[in-house]
């Protein structure tokens, strides 16, 4: 490379130490900048450090966590269905000894030596199924526990637009999960991060935010009853999108969602300096 190529190139910011820089960062990778975003909701997850922080308090809105709220927990990529489901078919499946359950919880792999129909009140599957179908009767799953995004749903009451919906929900990962506590009350919410990208669809017809509320419902309904709440925030039955830009537009106002890259940058150079 020529001295007047090589000076362009460089003008341009074409180095490694652009790579995460400002809005003209070379990095377009929207897990990159989630994880970011996944620090800031950490660092300030207790209301009393966002008090008078302007600069957190627009990121907290376009996530659109509640402004009072306690962050109690938040979870990154996290394969809530397949995990929920494996502690359950360890849990109902497994030795009912505690020092055994202990011992097989902590096992890499699983699976029971012998495979026992599961009722109604304890089968993961059993509860996916009436959930998708919309229904709180007896619906019979035919065969053993096994993760249904990547095993045949032996259930012949399942149309093929249902099994499909199964199959994302149990492989689906939220780009973050959000535990917050607002007037004594526990809420999940879903954040989709994007950036640079539209959201996606499946063949189903289903967007990413309709299946990943669907996980969040179907969660709080069957594992968190009682516990934690589906977010008011996830309106229409949708995940949250949040928005990830380079620059500010005349758009913002009309999109709250929208966080800048750069700043996301900064607060992380500030929460590690």
Not at 12 to 18: D, V
Not at 38 to 65: E, H, M, P, Q, T
Not at 74 to 95: P, Q, S, W
Not at 217 to 246: P, Q
Request: glycine share 4%.
């Amino acid at each position: 490379m020529n001295s007047k190529n090589n000076d362009i190139w460089n003008s341009y910011g074409c180095s490694i130490e652009h790579f995460l820089q400002d809005e003209y960062s070379i990095c377009r990778e929207e897990r990159q900048y989630a994880v970011f975003l996944y620090n800031i909701l950490r660092k300030y997850r207790s209301k009393d450090k966002r008090n008078g922080n302007n600069r957190i308090i627009n990121i907290f809105d376009a996530c659109s966590v509640p402004s009072e709220a306690e962050i109690e927990n938040v979870f990154y990529e996290a394969t809530l269905m397949r995990d929920f489901f494996e502690r359950n078919r360890r849990m109902i499946l497994g030795d009912k000894d505690c020092e055994n359950m202990k011992k097989r919880l902590l096992q890499k792999t699983f699976s029971p030596s012998v495979s026992k129909p599961m009722n109604q009140d304890f089968s993961f599957n059993s509860k996916l199924i009436q959930y998708v179908k919309g229904t709180d009767s007896f619906i019979s799953y035919v065969g053993e526990e096994n993760n249904l995004g990547h095993n045949e749903i032996a259930c012949d009451e399942l149309s093929d637009d249902e099994k499909r919906t199964i199959r994302h929900m149990m492989n689906a990962k939220p780009d973050i999960a959000v535990i917050y506590n607002e007037n004594g009350k526990k809420k999940l919410l879903f954040l989709e991060c994007k950036f640079e990208s539209a959201e996606c669809s499946y063949e189903s017809g289903d967007m990413q935010s309709d299946i990943q509320w669907k996980i969040a419902d179907f969660l709080c309904r069957y594992c968190l009853k009682g516990d934690v709440d589906i977010s008011d925030k996830m309106e229409e039955k949708k995940s949250c999108i949040v928005k990830f830009v380079r620059k500010v537009t005349e758009n913002t106002n009309k999109n709250p969602n929208e966080i800048q890259i750069k700043e996301l940058i900064r607060l992380n150079d500030e929460i590690f300096a």
